[in-house]
C-alpha cells in the first residue's frame, strides 16, 4: 500500500508541475501579445522591453516582395512592419522589375511610411509612334508647374527642386521633368533616360537613345508610358 501511495504522490505532483509550466507559458505568452499589441518587443542583446517603431511600405505593384535586411517579410504590398529602432536595409522585389532599395531609421512610437514607391520594369522596349497626342505634346511639352508647385532647376551636373538639392552628377544632364507622382523625377544624362527619386535615390535606368543630342521627352499622366523623339522619330514605351 504505501509503494502505490507513492506512485500516486509521484503522479499528481508531475501532474500538477506539468500543469503549472503550461499555465506559466500560456500566462507569458499572453503577456507578450499584449506587449506587442501596445508596440513593444523584448531586445534579446541588451535583455530590455523597447517601445517600437513601424515600417508602413505601399507600391502600385501589389504583388512585389518586401525584405528586410535581407529576410522576406511580405509577399504582397501594403505591409506594415513591428520593429526595434534602429537602422535597416529595405528591398522590393518583383520579377520583370528593377529593384527598389532604401537605408532607413526606424524610430520608436513613429511610423516610418514609404508610399511613393515606384518600380520600373527591366529591359524596357520602345515602339514607334503616329499618335498625335504623343507627337503635340512632345513638340509642346507639358509646363513643369503643372504637375508641381515646386520646379526643378538643372544645370550640367545638379538637379535642384526649389532650394533642395536632389543630385550631383559625374556626367552632365541635358534635360529634367517630373514625374507623374510629383515624386520622382525623368532626366536625360548622355544617349540615357533616367528617373530618379526627388530625394536623390534610387537613379534607375529607363531607355537608351541613338545617341547624345538634346531631345524631348514626356510622360502619359498615369505615368505608364514615356514619349521621346530620338533621331527624328517619335516613340512610346511602357515603363511601369
Known amino acids: 500500500m504505501v509503494l502505490v501511495n507513492n506512485r500516486r504522490t509521484k503522479n499528481i505532483f508531475s501532474i500538477i508541475f506539468k500543469q503549472s509550466l503550461v499555465g506559466l507559458l500560456m500566462f507569458l505568452i499572453g503577456i507578450s501579445i499584449i506587449f506587442y499589441a501596445h508596440g513593444y518587443k523584448f531586445n534579446f542583446k541588451n535583455f530590455k522591453i523597447i517601445k517600437t517603431g513601424i515600417i508602413y511600405v505601399s507600391s502600385e505593384q501589389r504583388e512585389a516582395n518586401l525584405y528586410v535586411n535581407g529576410v522576406l517579410v511580405a509577399p504582397k504590398l501594403p ?3 513591428g520593429c526595434l529602432p534602429g537602422f535597416y536595409n529595405l528591398e522590393i522585389k518583383k520579377d520583370g522589375y528593377q529593384s527598389w532599395k532604401s537605408r532607413i531609421q526606424v524610430t520608436a512610437e513613429k511610423v516610418s511610411s514609404f508610399d511613393y514607391i515606384v518600380l520600373f520594369k ?3 522596349s520602345k515602339e514607334q ?7 503635340n505634346q512632345l513638340i509642346s511639352p507639358n509646363d513643369e508647374l503643372f504637375r508641381s508647385n515646386n520646379t526643378i532647376y538643372y544645370n550640367d551636373y545638379e538637379i535642384w527642386e526649389g532650394q533642395n538639392l536632389v543630385a550631383r552628377f559625374s556626367k552632365p544632364i541635358n534635360r529634367a521633368i517630373w514625374f507623374s507622382d510629383n515624386y520622382h523625377i525623368i532626366y536625360q544624362q548622355g544617349d540615357e533616360i533616367r528617373v530618379i527619386e526627388k530625394t536623390g535615390t534610387n537613379d ?17 499622366s498615369n505615368g505608364n508610358e514615356l514619349y521621346f523623339k530620338d533621331l527624328g ?7 511601369k
Open 233 to 239: 522619330r517619335y516613340y512610346k514605351a511602357v515603363i
Open 79 to 81: 505591409f506594415a512592419y
Open 204 to 220: 534607375t535606368f529607363l531607355i537608351r537613345l541613338e545617341n547624345n543630342a538634346i531631345t524631348n521627352f514626356d510622360i502619359s
Open 129 to 135: 509612334t503616329s499618335d498625335a497626342g504623343v507627337i
Open 122 to 124: 527591366n529591359n524596357i
